[in-house]
């Protein structure tokens, strides 16, 4: 089967960037993807963190949310949605929930993550301060998803620094993990590939990891490098920089026979 990650640089505008989003997730339909995912903000990459307040869609309702179930369903392709701003009533109004919705081909809804680790960072060598606590409120469930490929295991970005939180999600059956992310040219550089291949080989899991490129409104530079890793940690496709569609072929049978082989899952002596 074929999965793809869609790499973009996106903007402030949500019609512009939904355009392009949807040419490239039509490119990977007709390459033969019968799942795609989106990188995280894929529809608003806003000049400030509370500008996500003014785009926030209830759930199930919302000109993004129609986006993609009408994407997937016309291309027949399952959607991991990367992440998006939603809205929710037990909240304040000015901060969003960073959230994943999942598409099947049919463009039915069937399951929503909610980001959990906000990225509140100060890189001081760089300069560079993050408050993503500021507009966003943290999601409190682990969500993995039944699909064509099999289990996935959702998570957005900085929840990639967290080995315990992809463990629960192998422990509920994943087989592959989707990590959209808009990871910071600074860390980018520093861990994007060690922390991906390390949790594809300590999980023997796919990881498909769509990422934003370039520079954005907000001054911040993206890291790209859009990959999918197998579970023995190689990568099968990478693309540094450009909207693009990076694509591989897996067999979702290779982690339960790899699990077999070297069962270093079952061998855990500490929970």
Same mark, same amino acid.
């Given at each position: 089967m074929r999965v793809a990650a869609i790499q973009m640089n996106s903007g402030p505008d949500v019609s512009t960037n939904l355009e392009l989003a949807g040419r490239l997730l039509a490119e990977a339909a007709a390459e033969g993807c019968v799942l795609a995912v989106l990188p995280e903000n894929f529809a608003l990459m806003p000049k400030r963190g509370k500008d996500k307040a003014r785009y926030a869609e209830e759930p199930d309702h919302g000109p993004i949310q129609d986006f993609l179930s009408e994407t997937a369903a016309e291309n027949q392709i399952w959607i991991v949605g990367g992440s998006m701003p939603l809205a929710s009533p037990e909240i304040e109004a000015e901060r969003v929930y960073g959230a994943c919705p999942v598409y099947d081909a049919d463009g039915r809804v069937t399951a929503v993550y909610r980001k959990i680790h906000l990225f509140d960072v100060d890189l001081v060598d760089k300069q560079e301060s993050y408050r993503e606590s500021n507009s966003m409120f943290p999601g409190d469930e682990v969500v993995a998803v039944d699909t064509q490929v099999g289990r996935v295991g959702l998570t957005i970005c900085y929840d990639l620094r967290f080995p315990e939180m992809f463990r629960q999600l192998v422990d509920a059956g994943s087989i592959m993990f989707t990590v959209? /992310? /808009?990871? !910071? /040219? !600074? !860390?980018?550089? /520093?861990?994007?590939h060690t922390l991906l291949r390390a949790r594809a080989i300590e999980n023997l899991a796919y990881v498909v990891a769509p990422g934003q490129y370039g520079r954005h409104p907000d001054d911040r530079s993206t890291f790209g490098h859009s990959l999918i890793c197998d579970p023995w940690g190689r990568i099968l496709a990478e693309q540094a920089e450009g909207n693009c569609v990076v694509a591989a072929d897996i067999d979702p049978e290779l982690p339960a026979r790899l699990r077999s082989e070297f069962p270093a899952l079952s061998n855990r002596c500490l929970t």
């Open positions: 959209p /992310a /808009a990871f !910071t /040219a !600074t !860390t980018g550089e /520093a861990h994007w």
